[in-house]
């Protein structure tokens, strides 16, 4: 028997999973074919990005950042009078980690692209539950990834001296 969290995983996977099916199928001027389980909370989505008159322009997209030496996967690209922003597709909750995480993505965009994002969502839409949430403070945010970076890379140096 699956646990609660993994039941929770599956779904939110199943979820990315069909935002993608109907994105690429748009993109390619074809219908997408959705599970109904799963189509309230990706439709969600999509019809708030329609709503807000974004663009998208990539999904899933593979970025690593060469100087910091971390890689992660962003879930859609889109643009919006001009600006890019990145967004991250949730269906638990939103906690103050996926700020730090969408400025890590934010930062591998442009060490990779050359274009600084404008704007940073977690969208989070879980069975008629949803939420459209902006990073406030880019520069915040990445300032504490760059922390907890430099905590990740200095907690490996830390060593016990032998003896007395």
């Not at 600006?83 to 638990?92: H, P, Q």
Request: with cysteine.
């Amino acid at each position: 028997m699956p646990s609660p969290g993994e039941v929770a995983r599956n779904f939110g996977t199943e979820v990315h999973a069909a935002i993608e099916e109907i994105l690429v199928a748009r993109q390619n001027d074809e219908e997408s074919f959705v599970d109904t389980g799963l189509a309230e909370s990706s439709m969600d989505i999509v019809e708030w990005l329609d709503k807000n008159e974004f663009n998208v322009m990539d999904i899933e997209v593979a970025v690593y950042h060469p100087g910091m030496g971390y890689a992660g996967t962003i879930d859609c690209v889109a643009e919006r009078h001009g600006n890019i922003s990145i967004f991250d597709w949730k269906t638990g909750g939103l906690y103050n980690n996926a700020m730090v995480q969408l400025a890590g993505y934010g930062m591998a965009y442009k060490e990779i692209t050359g274009v600084e994002p404008t704007a940073l969502w977690a969208i989070r839409s879980n069975r008629g539950s949803f939420a459209a949430h902006r990073v406030a403070d880019i520069s915040q945010a990445k300032l504490m990834f760059g922390y907890l970076m430099a905590v990740k890379l200095g907690w490996g140096q830390l060593a016990w001296a032998e003896g007395g």
